[in-house]
């Protein structure tokens, strides 16, 4: 904490310095980790924000533990919480944030070598982030699977069409004869694998990322929480985030840290101000 308060001078200051990082000619691979505190602005609350987080929201599915909604074992034994879930989730037709067009910018700037996201709601895409330059760390709702015959489902409409039913209808697999296994959409449940994706392209794109800029996130579930500190101990990391998190508190090995404390979009566009980015940016969201 220590450490990372001492590189903090006047908020615009901290802004401009960052700024400049992604302006430098050297910088060229940009990874941007993001988590659900990117989507809060677009109305999808986070999962440990006090008073507002879902953790916070779970009271009428009377759960033990509130991770117990996004656990397998759980889930096996009483789906129905996960499937409401996820009925309000998809019945909504969430927007792209100013921020999630600021990593759209930086793709199209040539300078975002990755966006890793743990969000689920699939607003990268929606911002167009190109699939090659977005790794979806704990899966998405686009594609499912049966729990029993492993059988995939590519369309994801086979569940949402159950869960719009007045009355949730739990999906059941019809692929094999007698199959009747769950169909579970493709998010990334407590204690499961992370996508081939992920494991695959993690550590080679650390080693190349030469500006790493962690956005809306606890940095509490792992292995994502592990990324920043993947990167070489000369890469500048940046938290725009409220409250500090992961390794950024006790950074030992790297000294070019800087904490952007505050809201993200409200960073993200004066930063943007400074680099003289902004109507780049607007138009990007007028596109929408
Ligand atoms: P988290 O633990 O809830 O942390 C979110 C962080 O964002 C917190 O530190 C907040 O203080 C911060 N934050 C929230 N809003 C703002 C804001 N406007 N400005 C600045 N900071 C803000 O969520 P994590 O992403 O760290 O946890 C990982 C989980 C959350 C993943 O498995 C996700 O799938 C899961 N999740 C995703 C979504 C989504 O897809 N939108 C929503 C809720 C949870």
Redesign the pocket.
Known sequence: QEEVSKQLSPRSEKIHAVADLINNDSTKNIIVLT???????AG??????PGT??YDNLQKYNLDDPTDI?TLSYFKKKPHAFFELTKDFISKDYKPTASHYFIKLLEDKNILLRNYT????A?EVKAKISADKLVQC?GSYDTATCLRCRESYKDINVVKEHLMRDKIDIPYCNKKEGCRGVIKPN??FFGEDLPERFVSMVKPDCRKCDLMIVI??????YP?ASIPGFVNSDCPRVL????L?GDFTKSSKFKNDYFLQ????EIVLKMCDYLGWTQDLEKLIRQE
């Open positions: 988590g659900a505190g990117l989507s809060t602005a999808i609350p986070d999962f440990r924000t987080g879902l996004f743990q969000n689920i709601d607003l704990h998010v990334v809306g996130t606890s940095l509490t579930v994502v725009i985030n409220m409250d998190g505050g809201d993200i979009n």
